[in-house]
Nanobody, 113 residues
């Protein structure tokens, strides 16, 4: 049974940093992505990584966020720097493209002064 658990969210002031972790059990992380959903908005793909280390980022986070993976630990990370209030959202980890039954609770990231 596949289980994906996100962690590491929290509250941070603008310009600050947070690091998110995604532990996946029961599946490999060949193509994994971080998504986010802000209140009143659709869920969007923020960053994606392949098992070979290739990455892709949404334009809104390029140069500020970095996705990485540890194949041995089946864990994917998202380092978020220079955070902005518009980064406030619930962040989710899933396959890329996403698998409906793998959506978890996500982790809340709030950027505010």
């Amino acid at each position: 049974q596949v289980q994906i658990v996100e962690s590491g969210g929290g509250f941070v002031q603008p310009g600050g940093s947070l690091s998110l972790s995604c532990a996946a059990s029961g599946t490999s992380i060949a193509y994994m992505g971080w998504y986010r959903q802000a209140p009143g908005k659709q869920r969007e793909l923020v960053a994606r990584i392949t098992s070979g280390g290739s990455t892709m980022y949404a334009d809104s986070v390029k140069g500020r966020f970095a996705i990485s993976g540890d194949n041995a630990k089946n864990t994917v990370y998202l380092q978020m720097n220079s955070l902005k209030p518009e980064d406030t959202a619930v962040y989710y980890c899933n396959t890329a493209p996403p698998t409906y039954r793998y959506w978890g609770q996500g982790t809340q990231v709030t950027v505010s002064s």
